[in-house]
């Protein structure tokens, strides 16, 4: 009381998820990297922090799905399916580092795809 700053605490169900790494390694899931990664792909946009932890929310809803392992592979894709409707540049940045993109031939191509898809 007396900083007389205001606490909170958000309560989320637990998820006890296995990501399975592209090596075959795995480790506990840790709904952190989802949120650092949207954050990310979305600085400077104009997405709230509040839409960047709805999203994550959302992703990890979906997870729980897919029982008790889940590939990162299959993480990166949720990630880029909701990125792709909430901001369509913070998803081609994201795409760019997720899937590699070499060259600007990718990233025309991606670019295209997304103007076919409106």
């Known amino acids: 009381m007396k900083c007389e700053k205001r606490f ?7 998820i006890n998820l296995i990501v399975i790494k592209k090596d075959g390694g795995r480790e506990p899931f840790m709904r952190e990297k989802i949120v650092a990664g949207l954050t990310k792909a ?4 104009p997405v709230s922090a ?14 729980r799905k897919y029982g008790k392992e889940v590939e990162s592979k299959r993480i990166g894709e949720l990630v880029m399916k909701h990125l792709k409707k909430l901001d369509k540049v913070a998803y081609i940045r994201f795409a760019s ?7 600007i031939t990718m990233f025309e ?10």
């Open 50 to 63: 509040e839409r960047v932890e709805e999203t994550a929310d959302s992703i990890e809803n979906e997870l």
């Open 109 to 118: 191509k991606e670019v295209k795809l997304l103007k076919v898809k409106k």
């Open 97 to 103: 580092v997720y899937r590699s993109f070499d060259d």
């Open 42 to 45: 979305c600085e400077k946009r």
């Open 8 to 14: 909170t605490t958000y309560e989320r169900p637990e």
